[in-house]
Structures are given as C-alpha cells and as structure tokens.
C-alpha cells in the first residue's frame, strides 16, 4: 500500500516553505477531523525520537501532547495536575524500577481495597432518599456516591433519546446494565449495539456517549468524581 502524501505540520510551515520559494498545497481541518490525524502525528514522532533519542524529537511529541489535550477539552494545567497527582499516588520513575513479576501495574489499584469501617456506615440505600437530577437529557436518581462508598457509586437512569454530551472519566470505569429498552454506545466513535439484559462496561479514560430509549443501572468504579470527568462535546440527538 502506498504511503499517504498528506503530513500533519506545524503552523508555519506552509509559509517557511513559500519563503523559500516552495509551493505547497494545504488544507484547514476541523478540530474534530484533525484530532485522529494529529494522534497517528503522536506515533510517528513517538518512533522518530526512539530512532534519534534527539532532544528536539522530545520537543516535538511536547508540542503534539499539549494540542492533543487542547482538542479533548484538557488544559495544561489540568495535564499537569494529573502528573502531579500520579506522581504522588505512585511515584515517578526516578529509582530505574523494572517490575520482574508477571502482573500490571493495571491491576493495582489501592483506592478500591479501603477497609475504612467509617465508608459502611449505611447499608440500604432508598429510592425516596436518592438525589434526582436531569442532565444531558438522561433523568438519574443517584443512590450512593464518593461519601458513601469510595470503591462504586450507583444511579439509576431513564432517557428516551439518550445522553446528548460525549465525555471521559479520568478514573472511573462507568458499568452500565440495561433494564429495559435497546440503544448504541458510541465509545471513542466505535458503536456498540445493546438492549435489555446486556451490560455495558466503559473503561477509564475513554470518551463515550449513548443514544436510545432506555431504562439503566449504572455503577462507577471508583466512584464519581466530577474533578475528573471531561466534556468532549455536545451530541444532537
């Protein structure tokens, strides 16, 4: 297969390239279409830097992090907040660790062992006692959140068209069950069908939205916390 003519460069290139008697043709995307071209950018310069180790290539996959975070709505300071909370939740890579047995560090996740007798303090949680709210067009009554449990909050949830924003959670997986009704979940723009008795799982960190008449659970793991969570965009349903 022949390799695409097209190149994602940087803003003046087009007008260094006229300076210097060149002639180029280009083309203005769309923040939306430009993204998924900018992210195969992000593998590209990732491969450059491991063949030269040249700081500039470091530049580079810089220059590409910081627009990448821009288009999916997340400030630098928001990216270096993350870093920071990271760097102080697991450390940095200052000591030259290699982990020499066979597990992830995926599958530790410390928040969700608390035995804290103080989180347990309710057991049966009412519908009389939920919070109701409406967002996005998706009626929740929300039964347990952070305060009541770290490890999982539970809602249950109504919408007739669906939930009209794409977002990401940082941190918590978002576990749907569907109770009644059927309906797509379009997860980083892959379309999932799904309808009554079928479960959806949402891992951290991916963006998603959902359309259809539906009658759901939803359980987040760790519980939601809205600090973390992203609006992507704004869904016409």
């Known amino acids: 297969m022949a390799e695409s003519s097209f190149k994602v460069v940087r803003d003046r290139i087009p ?6 008697g060149g002639e180029c ?3 203005e995307l769309s923040d939306l279409s430009f993204l998924p071209e900018l992210e195969i950018k992000l593998k590209e310069e990732i491969e ?11 530049a580079d996959l810089l220059e590409i992090i910081y627009r990448i975070a821009e288009l999916r709505g997340f400030s630098k300071d928001e990216i270096e907040a993350s870093r920071l909370r990271k760097r102080e939740e697991k450390g940095g890579f200052e000591k ?3 982990l020499l047995n066979p597990f992830e560090e995926k599958d530790f996740f410390p928040i969700l062992h608390s035995t804290d007798p103080a989180e347990f303090n309710r057991i049966v949680f009412k519908p009389e006692s939920a919070e109701v709210i409406e ?6 009554r929300i039964y347990t959140t952070k305060s009541d449990c770290r490890n999982a909050a539970v809602m249950y949830q109504e919408t007739e068209t669906g939930h009209a924003e ?3 959670h940082e941190i918590s997986n978002f576990i749907y069950y569907i109770i009644e009704g059927n309906g797509t979940w379009i997860i980083e723009d892959k379309e999932h069908e799904v309808q009554a008795g079928d479960a959806v799982v949402v891992p951290a960190g991916k963006r998603f939205w959902f359309r259809g008449n539906l009658k759901q659970i939803c359980v987040t793991a760790p519980a939601w916390e809205e600090q973390y969570e992203h609006h992507i965009r704004n869904i016409e349903l």
């Open 96 to 98: 030259n660790l290699i």
């Open 25 to 27: 043709v280009v083309n």
């Open 135 to 140: 967002k996005h067009g998706v009626r929740m």
């Open 48 to 58: 450059e830097y491991l063949e030269s180790r040249e700081p500039e290539e470091l």
């Open 166 to 168: 794409e977002f990401m």
């Open 15 to 20: 007008e260094i390239i006229g300076i210097s």
